[in-house]
């Protein structure tokens, strides 16, 4: 089930001035940021919201967000690659997810975030700083060069954004 554009922002609203109030380097990313670049539209047929973070700060995020979430009801999920919070029933009307971000000790260059158990690489340079994009009225930060970015979460037929791309297999070594 897609996650309606209205819960989307309603997201964006409660957890960009938190993840800023945390101070911790934050970055939209995926599905919703892919059709936000695409189309200048955040879209209605995203499952999720996905941030990125780094993951030495998933302990702090938790601390923070926990509280918060707990209170409206919503359940966590939290395997080794991310955290996420959704309301149930888990049917995607509310879910935001935070994808952690590894470097990799094989190929210094590059970091990736996990998707079950498939890694999605791109140039560590992407999170080396930010830029911003407008939400409606939400300040909303996205990773440094957003088309490497792309290249390796969704592979090199990124701008068809389709759900082919999610089955996409990323390799470091797809940026030589």
Not at 6 to 34: A, F, Q, S, T
Request: aromatic share 16%.
């Amino acid at each position: 089930m897609a996650i309606s554009r209205n819960n989307i922002l309603y997201l964006l609203n409660k957890v960009v001035p938190l993840l800023e109030e945390l101070g911790i380097h934050w970055w939209l990313g995926r599905g919703v940021l892919r059709n936000f670049y695409l189309t200048n539209d955040i879209g209605d047929k995203n499952s999720d919201l996905d941030f990125h973070i780094w993951d030495k700060d998933k302990q702090a995020l938790k601390e923070k967000l926990m509280p918060i979430f707990t209170k409206e009801e919503y359940k966590i999920q939290e395997p080794w690659y991310k955290l996420a919070f959704y309301k149930p029933p888990e049917d995607h009307e509310f879910f935001v997810e935070f994808m952690l971000l590894f470097e990799d000790r094989n190929y210094p260059e590059v970091v990736y975030h996990s998707r079950n158990s498939d890694n999605k690489y791109a140039p560590k340079n992407c999170f080396s700083g930010y830029e911003n994009i407008q939400i409606n009225d939400i300040r909303v930060k996205i990773p440094i060069n957003v088309d490497q970015y792309f290249l390796g979460t969704y592979g090199p037929n990124w701008r068809n954004n389709d759900a082919n791309g999610k089955q996409f297999h990323s390799t470091p070594d797809i940026f030589n």
